[in-house]
């Protein structure tokens, strides 16, 4: 499957962004989709993880509350929606998919798309 995430950029403090993932291929809704990020000089770390069919959501505490990951299988699209967003949410937001199973480790991940930069501003 290929992955090709969009939706990030420059935003204030407290604003909200919309991430979306389209994936190729007739198989979507049999992969875990997850979110990752990376921030300058940090290594990647989860953000939010969902199910195949969209039931089950987990998410990293740093971001619970604020953040939505959802998925529309009719779509082949994941998305993120992030809400009062703070600066260290500034990263670089990568998608990926599983056919491992359920995770929140990045190594269970087996696809990945480019990245898509998100700056918060102070």
């Known amino acids: 499957v290929q992955l090709q995430a969009c939706g990030g950029g420059l935003v204030q403090a407290g604003g909200s962004l919309r991430l979306s993932c389209a994936a190729s291929g007739r198989t979507f809704s049999s992969y875990v989709m997850g979110w990752f990020r990376q921030a300058p000089g940090k290594e990647r770390e989860f953000v939010a993880v969902?199910?195949?069919?969209?039931?089950?959501?987990d998410y990293a505490d740093s971001v619970k509350g604020r953040f939505a990951i959802s998925r529309d299988n009719a779509k082949n699209t994941v998305y993120l929606q992030m809400n009062s967003l703070k600066p260290e949410d500034t990263a670089v937001y990568y998608c990926?998919?599983?056919?491992?199973?359920?995770?929140?480790?990045?190594?269970?991940?087996?696809?990945w798309g480019q990245g898509t930069q998100v700056t918060v501003s102070s």
């Open positions: 969902i199910t195949w069919g969209g039931r089950r959501t």
């Open positions: 990926a998919a599983s056919e491992v199973g359920y995770s929140t480790n990045e190594y269970q991940f087996n696809y």
